[in-house]
């Protein structure tokens, strides 16, 4: 089984627990051990620093490796802080950056369509998938808001504990451009009931890395009680699909 | 031995797996999944795991009728689960009736923080703890910060020959591992386990370079989250064979006697 990561982190962050990966060969270490054969990467510069330096970082910390699918961090237009929506794309398709991840709550934005409606209809007339991390939304309200008002465009909300599930079941339900990133994901038996209730295609392989642990997150695909055809659509079938629709 | 090929392939590891920490029963506040002893042997199955320790229910309410749930599970399955007796500051019930209602039952579970948020310390729970020193019983505690495990290094200190079990904290905030491998070196009757939902890669190898293997048991808090991220988290990690066998199941079979 092929594993596509949707989400890593490459470069030193603020936070550096004991012994915790840090440099880009230590997280292709960890790739090969948990047979991890790409991954999805943002810069941490761009998280937890200046967005379009960290971006431009990115580039280069990943310049002529295969190993890493890029991804843009993306904030709004505010006075011309960010690219515009044109330039983005612009950008996106000059340097085979492939998908968008978003932090609104870390960099202080709205999610309304008033905020973000020019951005959120260029994600979907270009398909391009958004990611995010639960945390970085402020409830399952906020959440639903998102994907009610964006509804063409796909989200895959990550790091979703095992405490959740009540909250995002009815979310699930009503919007099929909800997929969940697996990474954090261990409701016991999460993943088969996914399957059952919603399809593997919800469901989308990540592991956090370097502050998620890559071995965890193999171990919950690999031991659930799902077909390997599901399987195979977590671990990469599903990210590569979405990945190959986007139109730059 | 390559402890990863079966966890690769999704099967039944062929290694000898005690889990020390395990639920048994529903969780009020969050969907847990099937939860009773079948649903856990059904999964031990699945994952290769040989015998779970269970605790009954989460954290509260009726433990005479948690236990008693736990209980009649022990009986259905005596080969593959073993119990803790839940124990609470809020009644000072014999334990031992527990341990002649069932052979199943072979040590205490004391998690008060989720009782009202009383100490791990508190003179209510002297009198379970002097049970356990007496008998040289494990005591599975819950902890999660430090000053539960400093808490807990206290009641190690006054009773011996009890032998606590501190979960989780070997996994959670530098305080707490400190505070971990303090009382561990310490107090040789302090032992933790494995139990988190989510941390990194190298973690475990961390606390076992500052405390050995021997006394680190392996527990994943099922059901309360799912189990095999953990059995894979500890089976891909840069441990050493040896170190990986003894956290699997030779300091489970030493520390409670099994």
């Not at chain 1, 709004?76 to 492939?98: A, I, Q, R």
């Not at chain 1, 989200?155 to 095992?162: E, L, R, T």
């Not at chain 1, 009503?174 to 954090?184: K, R, W």
């Not at chain 1, 088969?192 to 919950?220: H, N, Q, W």
Request: aromatic residues 10%; negative net charge.
């Amino acid at each position: 089984m092929r594993f596509i990561d949707a989400r890593c982190q490459l470069g030193r962050r603020c936070v550096i627990r004991e012994n915790e990966p840090v440099t880009k060969a230590e997280i292709l270490e960890l790739m090969d051990r948990c047979r991890i054969e790409r991954a999805v990467a943002y810069h941490a510069i761009a998280k937890e620093g200046d967005v379009k330096a960290g971006n431009m970082e990115l580039l280069k910390d990943t310049e002529g490796d295969s190993r890493f699918l890029r991804q843009w961090v993306a904030l709004p237009h505010t006075f011309g802080e960010f690219m515009s929506v044109e330039e983005l794309l612009k950008g996106m398709k000059e340097n085979s950056v492939s998908s968008i991840r978003m932090f609104p709550k870390t960099h202080g934005y709205s999610l309304k369509p008033y905020a973000l409606g020019k951005f959120m209809d260029a994600m979907a007339e270009h398909k391009i998938p958004v990611f995010m991390t639960y945390n970085e939304l402020a409830s399952e309200d906020a959440l639903y808001a998102m994907l009610t008002d964006y509804p063409k465009v796909n989200f895959i909300i990550s790091d979703v504990s095992y405490r959740e599930e009540r909250k995002l079941f009815p979310i699930l339900e009503h919007c099929p451009n909800f997929h969940i990133g697996t990474g954090n994901y261990v409701v016991h038996g999460g993943v088969k009931t996914m399957c059952e209730y919603f399809g593997a295609e919800r469901m989308i392989f990540d592991t956090g890395l370097p502050t998620g642990s890559a071995a965890a997150a193999v171990s919950l695909i690999c031991f659930a009680e799902i077909s390997e055809e599901e399987k195979t659509l977590i671990a990469s079938g599903n990210l590569e699909r979405m990945l190959s629709e986007v139109e730059l | 031995m390559d402890y990863t090929k079966h966890i690769f392939a999704g099967a039944p590891v062929d290694f000898e797996v005690i889990d020390v920490h395990v639920h048994h029963g529903a969780n009020p506040g969050y969907y847990p999944g099937p939860a009773g002893g079948d649903d856990i042997v059904h999964a031990m199955g699945r994952l290769g795991v040989d015998i779970c320790c269970c605790t009954p229910g989460a954290t509260a309410s009726d433990f005479d009728y948690f236990n008693e749930q736990l209980a009649k599970s022990l009986d259905k399955h005596p080969h593959k689960l073993r119990g803790y007796v839940m124990i609470t500051p809020h009644d000072a019930a014999d334990p031992d009736r527990w341990f002649k209602r069932s052979p199943g039952f072979i040590g205490l579970k004391s998690i008060p923080f989720c009782q009202g948020e009383v100490s791990i310390d508190d003179p209510r729970l002297w009198d379970y703890y002097a049970y356990a020193d007496r008998r040289g019983l494990p005591v599975l505690v819950h902890t999660w910060a430090a000053p539960e495990v400093e808490a807990t290094t206290r009641m190690a200190e006054k009773y011996p020959n009890a032998r606590f079990i501190v979960a989780h904290a070997a996994l959670t905030g530098s305080a707490a591992k400190q505070a971990l491998i303090d009382g561990m070196k310490q107090c040789e009757n302090m032992a933790c386990d494995t139990a988190i939902s989510d941390t990194y890669d190298g973690a475990l190898e961390w606390f076992v370079d500052k405390v050995g293997a021997d006394r680190v048991l392996y527990g994943s808090d099922f059901i309360t989250f799912e189990c095999s991220h953990i059995l894979g988290r500890v089976a891909m990690s840069k441990l050493t064979d040896d170190e990986k066998e003894k956290i699997f199941s030779r300091n489970a079979r030493q520390w409670l006697r099994l």
